[in-house]
């Protein structure tokens, strides 16, 4: 090997600067400087010299072996893991040596289903090293290979939370108001269970009611992963004001004192669709004419739309007649009843248990009516009462300690709420 030194042009003391640290950088390697220059002839510029180099610096090491080819597998349809295993080329002894080596790594590849993701990684002569199994978009399910065993482990990201907050007026209903603030469909739906004990969102909302949200955005590394729980919620409706605001300790919501937002009734057994008629003592029967007194409520929604049961309770009643056609009645106390009537078919049985939000039944036309509908009764001790209107009993709120530091909490959130709003007005 032969070096060349060439005259260098005047440079500024920055620019000479760096070239000293690149030469420090390519020379990190080399014997000491003066060793090399010691008792060497004074050398001359533009001319050719030799330049012996030591064996250590010749001879480059070899590279890492610690890499991974990796292959991106797709579960197809009907597809487990042996016959992916054998769609890809790998051999049944390895997934019998996988799945006896680790109990989760068994739980694990027998629950594949259609579009997972399997990602394999292989060294360089071609055996399996590791595999990962996407869970989320936060945590991944890691197989190690450790001697001749393998062992694995869940990885997760870290998650950050950022609030971000929506507003809407309703003016045509109400899931068009909430899709067009943002809201996911998730959010939506948990919107509505959040107080789905005071509103009933099938027949209680009106053009001009409103809602605020304060929400959870959450980031991976910078990435949007999708928006997380409601933090707070404030939904006015007819002239009442609801506030909502999540408990982390357990995860339920409560009011701005510490009352719980769920209570031992659901005000509508049903999802928020459209309603035929209103609570009305004094109707007119659709099929004979007569006026007689229609003491419940009725909802319309598609044939087989499932019925929740209101309350916690027992079945009194599972039958037929030609009247209810396919009707449940629920006793969840001495002093509450519940009806269900004109049900496709019935899915419990006189005795049974239930608990709020089970299914008793599927929406239908059956008994005497003019089309598909619920038929929806709320008695207590014995007289009909109006479901929309009544007054609930509560669940169990928070006490003591767990109250006081509730309510700091809440009032926290509610104020912060409060500050997105003004923004948000300010700004238009």
Do not use: C
Request: charged share 20%; glycine share 8%.
């Amino acid at each position: 090997m032969s070096i060349t030194l060439t005259r260098l042009p005047k440079l500024h003391k920055v620019s000479i600067a760096f070239i000293s640290v690149i030469i420090t950088i390519t020379l990190f390697s080399l014997p000491d400087f003066d060793d090399l220059t010691r008792n060497q002839p004074k050398l001359e510029v533009g001319k050719i010299y030799p330049l012996e180099m030591t064996n250590e610096f010749l001879q480059s090491k070899a590279p890492s072996k610690n890499w991974l080819q990796w292959q991106l597998h797709t579960i197809q349809s009907g597809e487990s893991a042996s016959v992916l295993f054998s769609r890809i080329g790998l051999p049944a002894k390895l997934l019998h040596q996988l799945i006896t080596s680790d109990t989760d790594i068994k739980t694990q590849l027998s629950r594949l289903r259609p579009g997972d993701i399997l990602n394999f990684g292989f060294n360089q002569n071609d055996q399996l090293i590791e595999l990962i199994r996407p869970l989320s978009a936060y945590q991944s399910f890691h197989i190690y290979k450790q001697g001749d065993v393998f062992t694995s482990k869940i990885e997760s990201k870290n998650i950050d939370i950022q609030y971000n907050y929506t507003q809407a007026i309703i003016t045509s209903n109400f899931w068009n108001a909430a899709s067009n603030s943002g809201l996911t469909p998730n959010q939506i739906m948990s919107l509505a269970g959040i107080f789905g004990w005071d509103i009933d969102f099938a027949l209680d909302l009106r053009a001009g009611d409103h809602f605020e949200v304060l929400y959870e955005d959450r980031f991976i590394e910078g990435r949007n992963i999708g928006q997380g729980n409601i933090i707070s919620a404030v939904f006015t409706s007819q002239g009442s004001t609801f506030k909502a605001i999540l408990n982390p300790k357990d995860g339920n919501y409560y009011d701005e004192d510490g009352r719980a937002m769920k209570k031992a009734f659901l005000r509508s057994p049903i999802d928020f669709r459209r309603v035929t008629s209103n609570f009305n003592p004094t109707r007119r029967h659709p099929v004979t004419g007569k006026i007689v007194a229609h003491r419940g409520t009725d909802y319309a929604a598609p044939v087989g739309t499932p019925i929740w049961a209101a309350g916690d309770g027992v079945v009194e009643k599972s039958g037929y007649n030609q009247f209810n056609g396919n009707y449940v009645f629920i006793r969840h106390s001495n002093t509450y009843i519940t009806k269900y009537l004109h049900m496709k078919k019935r899915s419990v049985n006189t005795g049974q248990r239930v608990k709020q939000g089970d299914t008793v039944g599927t929406l239908g036309g059956t008994g005497r009516v003019t089309g598909p509908h619920l038929h929806y009764e709320f008695l207590v001790n014995g007289i009909h009462k109006n479901p929309r209107t009544v007054n609930l009993p509560q669940s169990k709120s928070l006490t003591g300690q767990d109250k006081s530091n509730f309510i700091a909490l809440a009032q926290q959130n509610l104020a912060q709420l409060k500050r997105y709003n003004h923004l948000l007005i300010a700004k238009e």
